[in-house]
């Protein structure tokens, strides 16, 4: 059985598959150094992250987040101490 930091990972490489046509980025591979993610690319993340968590973040939590987009460990590190539940809502998703 996944954990719920497992079923974040999934949908953030999903998200970085198919927006972002990055196939399986290291965990801790720079996202900025090795793919070109820009800030404009972080933002496209961060609505995709609003999608699928379905919530709504003020511009001062989107502003914090910058920082920790450069890794996917860093993502979801974020997600999870923004959004405590939502490795809970991504599996509720994935099983329905």
């Known amino acids: 059985m996944r954990s719920n930091r497992?079923?974040?990972?999934?949908?953030i490489y999903r998200i970085f598959?198919?927006?972002?046509?990055?196939?399986?980025?290291?965990?801790d591979e720079d996202l900025r150094e090795v793919h070109?993610?820009?800030?404009?690319?972080?933002i496209e993340l961060?609505?995709?992250i609003e999608k699928l968590f379905q919530?709504?973040?003020?511009?001062?939590t989107k502003k914090d987040a910058l920082?920790?987009?450069?890794?996917?460990?860093?993502?979801c590190d974020y997600i999870e101490q923004?959004?405590?539940d939502?490795?809970?809502?991504?599996?509720?998703?994935a099983n329905s």
């Open 46 to 48: 961060l609505m995709e």
């Open 67 to 75: 920082s920790y987009i450069r890794t996917i460990n860093g993502i």
């Open 86 to 93: 939502a490795g809970a809502h991504v599996s509720r998703v």
């Open 82 to 84: 923004v959004l405590p």
């Open 17 to 27: 598959r198919e927006q972002f046509e990055i196939e399986d980025p290291g965990p």
């Open 55 to 60: 919530v709504e973040m003020d511009q001062e």
């Open 6 to 11: 497992q079923d974040i990972e999934a949908e």
């Open 36 to 42: 070109g993610f820009d800030s404009i690319d972080a």
